[in-house]
């Protein structure tokens, strides 16, 4: 029998290891498997596609050019670094009250990194969820027990407002029961009460205000860094301008990131973009305020300042809206079933504003709450610890610089807005 002839290897099949093209390789050597290998052995180490030499196999110029790839790539890495710690720092150590946590969060956020985020406070709701049953701290029971004015009251052209039924009974010694928080004139233009948010947590408090529509005047103040910009209307509250001031609250979910699905507008500039559908704050020349679906309750005319959105009514018509409990409407996917702290904002059919704030809330509860007070509109707010406050003042020791108190004790002090403010709030005068 014949023997096949091996065909001859076409120029460039094989190589000397040294790198030498076109064959010259050693006598025996073979440049591929060698085929009466097993088949299961190992397919030889492929040559390093930048070879690393030892210094001293190094010629001068070999050895500079080394040198200067090894101090430029840590140049890069040292600019890298640096430029994050310096967007961290400055996350840090920008004007205002935030916390640590919250300035991180928003950090992360800002690039990109929401979904981290979410997912981290999810994960730190799964480990600590709200406590289901038990009493209201001592603390929070003496609050809801003390219905005396917070301020002197002269007049009685504005009552007390009737008791709000509890969602909870039997009712708490205090619970429901309005007190002047503020007051414009001698009237109680600010009153506020307690409750319990629901049967199941019970150790847990909700605040609710109620503002006359008629003896106040609002007004509408960006945050520096939200929704940031250039506006005519400081971040703050400064001397000069508290003579007056009766309340404030915090503002909705973020304008920059889209985080609200709405826009910003005050005196002339906007952020983002007014959405037709978004619930808003609507805020006008003569003081009033108005809350409704922005394109079909309100537009933009002459005598409109200002206005706030935040996603769409949780109230309307007096009754609580069909998708409450779809998640998607409320913020992030599943945040809207989590009992965590969450504000809104709402009004009656008599043109007064409603604004709750509270623990160990969801979407369904906090709109449940809105409509007990008396809102035939209303819609959400910031949510999360950091955010909802709700302040009122009392000008006994200085009319021109009255002292702020928290309705509702959560991470931001009272002086919050006489600070630099990160974010938009409204602030409410007497008439």
């Given at each position: 029998?014949?023997?096949?002839?091996?065909?001859?290897?076409?120029?460039?099949d094989m190589?000397?290891?040294?790198?030498?093209?076109?064959?010259?390789?050693?006598?025996?050597?073979?440049?591929?498997?060698?085929?009466?290998?097993?088949?299961?052995?190992?397919?030889?180490?492929?040559?390093?596609?930048?070879?690393?030499?030892?210094?001293s196999?190094?010629?001068?110029h070999?050895?500079?050019?080394?040198?200067?790839?090894?101090?430029?790539?840590?140049?890069?890495?040292v600019?890298?670094?640096?430029?994050?710690?310096?967007?961290?720092?400055?996350?840090?150590?920008?004007?205002?009250?935030?916390?640590?946590?919250?300035?991180?969060?928003?950090?992360?956020?800002?690039?990109?990194?929401?979904?981290?985020?979410?997912?981290?406070?999810?994960?730190?709701?799964?480990?600590?969820?709200?406590?289901?049953?038990?009493?209201?701290?001592?603390?929070?029971l003496?609050?809801?027990?003390?219905?005396?004015?917070?301020?002197?009251?002269?007049?009685?052209?504005?009552?007390?407002?009737?008791?709000?039924?509890?969602?909870v009974a039997?009712a708490?010694?205090?619970?429901?029961?309005?007190?002047?928080?503020?007051?414009?004139?001698?009237?109680?233009?600010?009153?506020?009460?307690?409750?319990?948010?629901?049967?199941?947590?019970?150790?847990?408090?909700?605040?609710?205000?109620?503002?006359?529509?008629?003896?106040?005047?609002?007004?509408?103040?960006?945050?520096?860094?939200?929704?940031?910009?250039?506006?005519?209307?400081?971040?703050?509250i400064?001397?000069?301008?508290?003579?007056?001031?009766?309340?404030?609250?915090?503002?909705?979910?973020?304008?920059?990131?889209?985080?609200s699905?709405?826009?910003?507008?005050?005196?002339?500039?906007?952020?983002?973009?007014?959405?037709?559908?978004?619930?808003?704050?609507?805020?006008?020349?003569?003081?009033?305020?108005?809350?409704?679906?922005?394109?079909?309750?309100?537009?933009?005319?002459?005598?409109?300042?200002?206005?706030?959105?935040?996603?769409?009514?949780?109230?309307?018509?007096?009754?609580?809206?069909?998708?409450?409990?779809?998640?998607?409407?409320?913020?992030?996917?599943?945040?809207?079933?989590?009992?965590?702290?969450r504000?809104?904002?709402?009004?009656?059919?008599?043109?007064?504003?409603?604004?709750?704030?509270?623990?160990?809330?969801?979407?369904r509860?906090?709109?449940?709450l809105?409509q007990?007070?008396?809102?035939?509109?209303?819609?959400?707010l910031?949510?999360?610890?950091?955010?909802?406050?709700?302040?009122?003042?009392?000008?006994?020791?200085?009319?021109a610089?009255?002292?702020?108190?928290?309705?509702?004790?959560?991470?931001?002090?009272?002086?919050?807005?006489?600070?630099?403010?990160?974010?938009?709030?409204?602030?409410v005068?007497?008439?």
């Amino acid at each position: 029998m014949d023997r096949e002839v091996p065909s001859r290897p076409r120029e460039g099949d094989m190589a000397h290891r040294s790198g030498r093209p076109n064959g010259g390789g050693v006598e025996g050597e073979r440049n591929g498997p060698d085929p009466m290998a097993p088949r299961d052995a190992a397919p030889p180490r492929r040559r390093r596609l930048v070879p690393w030499r030892p210094r001293s196999a190094l010629t001068p110029h070999q050895l500079k050019r080394r040198r200067l790839a090894t101090r430029g790539a840590l140049a890069v890495g040292v600019l890298c670094v640096g430029t994050l710690g310096y967007s961290v720092g400055e996350a840090l150590t920008y004007p205002g009250d935030d916390s640590t946590a919250a300035r991180l969060a928003g950090w992360a956020r800002e690039h990109r990194l929401g979904p981290v985020v979410d997912k981290l406070e999810n994960l730190q709701y799964e480990l600590d969820p709200p406590q289901v049953g038990g009493d209201l701290p001592g603390e929070a029971l003496a609050r809801m027990k003390a219905t005396a004015p917070a301020v002197p009251v002269r007049h009685q052209e504005i009552p007390l407002r009737a008791p709000m039924r509890p969602l909870v009974a039997p009712a708490l010694p205090g619970e429901g029961v309005w007190r002047v928080l503020s007051a414009a004139h001698g009237e109680p233009v600010v009153q506020g009460t307690y409750v319990r948010p629901d049967r199941d947590h019970t150790s847990y408090q909700a605040a609710v205000a109620w503002i006359s529509g008629t003896k106040a005047r609002f007004e509408l103040h960006p945050g520096v860094r939200e929704p940031g910009g250039t506006f005519s209307v400081p971040p703050t509250i400064p001397k000069g301008r508290r003579t007056g001031l009766l309340a404030t609250w915090n503002g909705g979910f973020k304008i920059t990131d889209g985080g609200s699905r709405g826009g910003f507008y005050l005196d002339g500039e906007t952020a983002g973009r007014l959405r037709d559908g978004a619930a808003s704050e609507v805020f006008y020349r003569d003081g009033s305020i108005r809350i409704g679906v922005w394109g079909r309750d309100m537009a933009m005319t002459r005598d409109v300042v200002g206005v706030r959105q935040c996603l769409e009514l949780m109230v309307d018509n007096g009754r609580v809206v069909p998708d409450i409990d779809v998640d998607s409407k409320w913020g992030a996917t599943d945040q809207s079933r989590m009992f965590v702290e969450r504000s809104g904002v709402g009004v009656t059919a008599q043109g007064d504003v409603i604004m709750v704030v509270g623990q160990a809330l969801t979407a369904r509860s906090l709109a449940e709450l809105m409509q007990q007070a008396g809102a035939v509109r209303a819609m959400p707010l910031d949510m999360n610890r950091a955010w909802p406050s709700f302040m009122s003042y009392d000008p006994a020791q200085d009319p021109a610089d009255p002292k702020p108190t928290n309705l509702l004790d959560f991470e931001n002090p009272p002086e919050r807005y006489y600070n630099q403010a990160t974010r938009d709030f409204v602030a409410v005068y007497g008439k």
